[in-house]
């Protein structure tokens, strides 16, 4: 008797495992749908921004407008208002917050600091320096500089400067982390410093230099996402399409480096190596983004941890939904940059730090209270 009582007891624990298996299989793929629907619903949500955007200005354009435009109906003046000025500054405003929001998360991820963005590392401040640098001491940019207002004499020469500038504090950075192998903590100081080190050069070569020429260099730290024309959009997309490709593929990685470096290790990741990969990837794409726009704050460091309210870790959603809420932020951003005191445009970075700046402390405030 005994042992047909164990037999069945067996018995009904095989028949609840074998229940319980499909059931949590059905869970996960719940929690999976969840998320792809979660994905859809924020890139439905960033082309309908997109696409408003397009009828704000200081000409104002309805939905029959601009429908006019794509199938080649509209009058000259409509066409050229969209095709000319509003659909290469959105679309520059859509590639830029993806190049930067992505970088944003891969910082953050590989060095597992949630402050970790192009700014604390100090690439934006060596894109500064170098754009100085071509404003001041080689195109000497003080004959445009109140009339194409964000650019040297040679914009050309300032991009390639800025994004020389950008890299070379991400080399100096990953340099240092080679000689001295520096802790992910380590790093972002050193970062820190850098940017500090950066911003005094820049001044120092402000302080000898004609008023015409700080001014520009001053607007071009503003931020101007009209300033990029089509071949320059041609670049930043595709280097943030190649970036983007790098940091999906390594997505699973992240998870894994986010559990603990001991714990990668051990699930085969070679940390110090993806480590290093992915901040090259993760320069690259912002500094080309800084190199043809200018400065931008707050767009990589706000939108990563906006996404992780909101679906969780799991980097493989965590990546593209932060790319597309960067690109929402950064069009919010320059449609009040046009509306707030219209005709004049305000600077983009000035406006993302003013919504960047209090929604990272109120996302601050939400994590230390739970």
């Known amino acids: 008797m005994e042992e047909i009582r164990l037999q069945r007891a067996r018995g009904r624990l095989r028949a609840k495992s074998a229940s319980a298996a499909p059931a949590g299989a059905g869970a996960y793929r719940g929690y999976l749908r969840k998320k792809r629907l979660a994905v859809i619903g924020i890139a439905i949500a ?25 199938v080649g109906t509209a ?4 066409t050229a208002v969209i095709v000319n000025m ?11 917050g993806i190049a930067l929001s992505l970088s944003g998360c891969a910082f953050q991820s590989v060095l597992r600091n949630p402050l970790a963005s192009a700014s604390t590392l100090g690439v934006a401040q060596g894109a500064a320096f170098g754009a100085s640098v071509a404003i001041i001491l080689i195109a000497g940019g003080g004959a445009s ?29 990953l340099g240092l982390s080679r000689l001295r192998e520096m802790t992910p903590e380590s790093i972002v100081l050193a970062g820190v410093a850098l940017s500090a080190l950066f911003t ?22 503003f931020g101007d996402l009209s300033r990029v024309n089509w071949s320059q959009l041609a670049v930043m997309a595709i280097v943030t399409a190649v970036s983007g490709t790098f940091f999906l593929a390594h997505s699973r990685s992240f998870n894994a480096i986010e559990s603990g470096e001991g714990l990668a290790h051990g699930l085969g990741v070679a940390v110090g190596r993806t480590r290093l990969a992915c901040m090259v990837a993760a320069s690259l794409a912002a500094a080309c983004v800084i190199a043809f726009c200018g400065i931008i704050n707050f767009v990589g460091l706000v939108a990563p941890h906006i996404t992780r309210r909101l679906l969780g870790a799991d980097y493989r959603y965590l990546m593209p939904a932060s790319a597309l809420v960067g690109a929402s932020l950064l069009l919010l951003a320059d449609i009040a940059c046009h509306a707030v ?8 970075s000035a406006i993302t730090a003013f919504i960047g700046a209090p929604l990272f402390i109120y996302l601050l405030f939400k994590g230390v209270s739970r």
């Open 46 to 70: 960033t082309m309908a921004i997109a696409c408003a955007s397009l009828g704000m200005g200081t000409i104002a354009l309805s939905p029959a407008d601009i429908l006019s435009v794509i």
């Open 75 to 78: 009058d000259a003046q409509t």
């Open 86 to 96: 509003r659909l290469p500054r959105i679309l520059t405003a859509l590639v830029a």
């Open 145 to 173: 500089a109140f009339e194409g207002a964000t650019s040297s004499v040679n914009p050309v020469m300032t991009a390639a400067c800025a994004f020389a500038g950008a890299m070379l504090s991400t080399a100096v950075i």
């Open 200 to 221: 005094a050069g820049t001044t120092l070569i402000q302080y000898f230099a004609e008023d015409s020429q700080v001014a520009a260099v001053v607007f071009w730290t």
């Open 341 to 348: 005191v219209a005709p004049l445009i305000l600077p983009i």
